[in-house]
């Protein structure tokens, strides 16, 4: 059993398109897509188009639920602010309504038990939690006290954008007492695995559209089921990497009006698309450090960004519509 594993596309249809040409090269048995269809790249309504149509096995992630919550109790403090959020705004008035009730049915997780295989947890974050995600320099401790409520031993994440494959174990010291009350979260936390410890095969298949570790290639990966022997839950995780031409999604950001009605967070996920580097983090840490208040002022903040680092210029020297041979 062969599976392909999409996440985080952000509205990059151009390299959605060129993963689909990949997949239809190896012809996996199914395609799973983790969360973050839609934002960031200007063409989240055509990404849906293409997804809708598809027989993929999908869930939802943060960015669908910054659409599906705007305008109800449940949306972000300060998500009417469009200095802020008029990235938001713009894609509200482009995704249609048919494909607004197409997110709001997707699940949060899945649960694969595949004939033959061993099962295997999907969620953009971990179940219940579509923020957290993990990295390869992450402490494995970390990683596996966010895992203690996971009974398969393979979770496949997102969000992070990163490719991350990795094993890690929570010593026995550390679970939770198997004789609590089973009705608190606590008393939840079965055991996945024999002797003194438990072990994730944790898997991030790294971003589509929007990756961010300095390599902007789309990336994906394809699982294998495999003995235990082979790989920790039954699932060999191959990661991949397609090149693309970047320059129409690039261009898309004036010729569509997201640039003008998004601002800052619209320049910042350009850059990102340009560097393959975590600008929006990176810009918030830093303003923050330097007295700023970005959700107070996010334009002042971004101005004095630009002047005092040079960020802007380094982005320039790495932008394919400056740069072709870039790609």
Same mark, same amino acid.
């Given at each position: 059993m062969r599976?392909?594993?999409?996440?985080?596309?952000? %509205?990059? =249809?151009?390299? @959605? #398109?060129?993963?689909?040409?990949?997949?239809?090269r190896m012809q996996p048995d199914y395609v799973l897509?983790?969360?973050?269809?839609?934002?960031?790249?200007?063409f989240s309504a055509e990404v849906l188009e293409v997804v809708c149509a598809s027989d993929w096995v999908v869930?939802?992630?943060?960015?669908?639920?910054?659409?599906?919550?705007?305008?109800?109790?449940r949306a972000l403090?300060?998500?009417?602010?469009?200095?802020?959020? %008029?990235? =938001?705004?713009? @894609? #509200?008035e482009r995704i249609s309504p048919e494909q607004g009730e197409y997110l709001a049915l997707l699940p949060d997780e899945r649960t694969l038990y595949l004939p033959g295989t061993q099962p295997l947890r999907m969620a953009?974050?971990?179940?219940?939690?579509?923020r957290v995600g993990f990295y390869n320099e992450q402490p494995a401790e970390a990683i596996a006290a966010e895992l203690v409520d996971v009974a398969q031993r393979t979770m496949v994440s997102a969000h992070t954008h990163v490719q991350v494959d990795r094993v890690v174990s929570l010593a026995e010291a550390q679970q939770p007492d198997m004789y609590a009350d089973p009705h608190r979260a606590a008393g939840r936390r079965y055991g996945n695995g024999a002797g003194g410890?438990?072990?994730?095969?944790?898997?991030?298949?790294?971003s589509v559209g929007l990756p961010l570790n300095r390599d902007p290639r789309a990336q994906f990966a394809l699982l294998e089921s495999v003995p235990e022997s082979v790989a920790p839950g039954g699932w060999l995780a191959t990661h991949?990497?397609?090149?693309?031409?970047?320059?129409?999604?690039?261009?898309?950001y004036t010729t569509s009006g997201m640039w003008e009605a998004g601002?800052?967070?619209?320049?910042?996920?350009y850059w990102e698309l340009v560097t393959a580097e975590a600008e929006i983090v990176e810009f918030y840490q830093w303003a923050r450090s330097a007295g700023y208040d970005p959700d107070a002022d996010i334009t002042g903040a971004f101005r004095a960004y630009k002047e005092r680092t040079g960020r802007a210029a380094y982005v320039r020297r790495l932008d394919p519509l400056y740069h072709p041979e870039r790609g």
């Open positions: 599976l392909a594993v999409l996440a985080d596309v952000h %509205g990059n =249809l151009p390299a @959605l #398109l060129a993963v689909m040409q990949e997949l239809e897509l983790n969360g973050d269809l839609i934002n960031a790249v200007p869930v939802r992630g943060n960015h669908e639920f910054y659409y599906l919550d705007y305008g109800t109790e403090v300060g998500s009417d602010d469009p200095a802020r959020w %008029g990235q =938001l705004h713009w @894609l #509200l953009h974050g971990v179940p219940g939690r579509n410890s438990r072990r994730w095969h944790v898997i991030n298949p790294g991949h990497r397609v090149a693309y031409d970047r320059r129409p999604a690039l261009e898309a601002g800052v967070i619209t320049e910042l996920f």
